[in-house]
């Protein structure tokens, strides 16, 4: 097998060259690996710290394909990796990150030929840096339709002064992007994406759909707006795709070069191959800088959720700064799931054998949760007092941990959870020090008056009275 060291692009030797990944036309391994390390100046900048999931195709575009997130085993040293605790539990997914033009050819090498950066950048996960819709052609419908929803999007956005950037997805359809670039969270950007494409729908019941459980999409353009999420993934400007027997680009667009494709008909004026996307980068420049660049907001309303998401993301920085969640199996801080809730709150006690045995009790707050180590536990006879110091807030989803934590790491020890239940608030409120809360849980029924002391160390020390 001839191996080329292709030493342009840092000493990755391209393993398999001639293998034909695109069988129209032959595209090999070596010229998939050559459009990325050429295209790597326009694309980088996008890429840039943000975790990406890879779609390999090691036999090419026909053959069996599967997308990668964690970093293989034998991924090299210099390859920069980030760790992302899982929504569903253990241990971390290190995405790789495509921040130098040796990592672009190392993956291209690999055969990844399609490339899905996340919508944010390490180490701010909660936070995208734009928003994006995905208009997808149902059955009947092609590009063309879609560029005339993606008009009716751009005018809704512009109507919220938001500008507005379309590329071709290399596939089917097309991608608006809302760069935003400013402090927000997915809080804010998901339903704000979900308003926007419900109107559209709304507005326009033949030709949009924005529900994609809904097998309604034949004649219709979804709107896929749900691409707005922390797990989500969206191809990359500039990545290859790998659809079709030919490698097409997805490429960004001028909306003018949209409406002569629609006044003609002529949606090939919209296919981008790696020779011709080059060609017109030299051309144009790369029309996304505005993605990378413009600062834009959110309208009011959605804005404010955002910030309601920081507010809390600033009230467990003490929780995420004491552990380190690559060694502890506790959930980190990042990823959180709002609890369905309606004046009920929900508590938990956690039995801790610290160096120190003692109990965690936690009431549901505001997205956190309020805790206090009490070593006594919760006092259970009528009148009876104990000592609880107030902890940092935990995050919600620490209502059901059981765990190890390990020796040496803070509060290392056994987590099990010694009852869990529902609150009410009967009198009273935390942040005036005085509050009388009634449980329901197995173990613990009834109320319980928690009341804050002045005290002179760090350490607020509250009493517990059973009543
Ligand atoms: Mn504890």
Redesign the pocket.
């Known amino acids: 097998m001839t191996r080329t060291p292709i030493t342009a692009h840092g000493n990755i030797t391209v393993s398999n060259p001639d293998k034909v990944l695109y069988p129209a036309g032959k595209f090999t391994k070596a010229q998939v690996v050559e459009y990325y390390a050429r295209v790597a100046p326009f694309l980088l900048p996008h890429f840039k710290n943000r975790p990406v999931t890879l779609k390999r195709f090691p036999d090419g575009v026909f053959g069996e394909a599967f997308y990668e997130k964690d970093a293989p085993g034998f991924t090299p040293e210099w390859v920069k990796r980030f760790p992302v605790p899982r929504h569903e539990g253990g241990p971390d997914i290190h995405y790789i990150l495509i921040n130098d033009i040796r990592t672009l050819a190392w993956v291209a090498n690999m055969a990844a030929l399609e490339l899905h950066p996340f919508l944010h950048r390490v180490p701010r996960i909660e936070r995208p840096t734009h928003v994006v819709f995905d208009l997808d052609p149902g059955e009947g419908v092609n590009i063309l339709q879609c560029a005339e929803i993606a008009f009716l999007l751009r005018e809704v956005l512009r109507k919220l002064h938001l500008q507005s950037l379309v590329k071709v997805s290399g596939s089917k359809g097309l991608q608006v992007y809302v760069p935003l670039n400013t402090a927000t969270t997915y809080e804010a950007t998901q339903p704000f994406s979900r308003a926007i494409a419900e109107l559209l729908e709304n507005g326009n019941p033949k030709l949009v759909v924005s529900d994609m459980s809904k097998n309604l999409r034949v004649g219709r353009v979804l709107i896929d707006w749900s691409q707005n999420a922390d797990y989500k993934t969206t191809v990359g400007v500039y990545s290859l795709r790998a659809k079709r027997e030919r490698p097409y680009v997805s490429m960004p667009v001028r909306w003018e070069e949209l409406r002569k494709a629609m006044a003609k008909s002529d949606a090939a004026r919209l296919e981008f191959q790696p020779e011709e996307a080059l060609r017109r980068l030299d051309r144009m420049g790369d029309l996304f800088v505005p993605l990378l660049k413009l600062k834009q907001q959110l309208p009011h309303e959605f804005a404010k959720l955002g910030r309601t998401r920081g507010r809390r993301t600033a009230q467990l920085a003490e929780y995420e700064a004491k552990r380190d969640f690559r060694k502890t199996s506790e959930p980190a801080a990042g990823l959180p799931r709002r609890s369905a809730q309606g004046s009920r709150r929900r508590f938990v006690v956690?039995k801790?054998a610290?160096s120190h045995l003692?109990y965690?009790f936690r009431l549901e707050m505001h997205d956190v949760l309020k805790s206090w180590?009490v070593p006594r536990g919760l006092p259970l006879k009528e009148g009876e007092t104990h000592t609880g110091f107030q902890?940092e807030d935990h995050t919600v989803e620490y209502l059901e941990f059981e765990g190890i934590i390990p020796q040496g790491e803070y509060?290392g020890g056994t987590v099990m959870v010694w009852d869990i239940g529902t609150y009410e608030v009967v009198d009273g409120n935390y942040w005036k020090g005085a509050l009388r809360v009634y449980l329901t849980g197995k173990k613990l029924k009834g109320e319980w008056m928690l009341n804050r002391l002045e005290s002179e160390d760090k350490k607020t020390r509250w009493l517990l009275q059973r009543k």
């Open positions: 956690q801790h610290a003692h965690d180590a902890t509060g």
